[in-house]
């Protein structure tokens, strides 16, 4: 059984900056896609950062050149740095795994506030 736990979120104010960390752990496993998604209050979830194994990445619009994604894949850790961040990246960040065997796992997700 895969785990995935989160950490790095909290407030900050307009302007600041915020890492997020993702670890996967459990049974032994190989993983392909590693992302960060968000939901803000009354909105759908969407996709904010993608990353392959290969090191491949890509961006929501609203977050290029702001957000970079980065991961270790010798730990299965994923990372999300956040800068410049506004108040509308208000949200839960989630964690998504998949692995090589499409299976897909979320994180519990952790709270970014931005203030103004």
């Known amino acids: 059984q895969v785990q995935v736990v989160e950490s790095g979120g909290g407030l900050v104010q307009a302007g600041g900056s915020l890492r997020l960390s993702c670890a996967a752990s459990?049974?032994?496993?190989?993983?392909?896609?590693m992302a960060w998604y968000r939901q803000a209050p009354e909105k759908q979830r969407e996709l904010v950062a993608v990353?392959?194994?290969?090191?491949?990445?890509n961006y929501a619009d609203s977050v290029k050149g702001r957000f970079t994604i980065s991961r270790h894949n010798g730990e299965n850790t994923v990372y999300l740095q956040m800068d410049s961040l506004k108040v509308e990246d208000t949200a839960v960040y989630y964690c998504?795994?998949?692995?090589?065997?499409?299976?897909?796992?979320w994180g519990q997700g952790t709270l970014v506030t931005v203030s103004s």
């Open positions: 998504y795994i998949e692995t090589v065997y499409k299976l897909q796992i």
């Open positions: 459990g049974s032994s496993f190989r993983i392909e896609t």
């Open positions: 990353i392959s194994s290969g090191g491949s990445t």
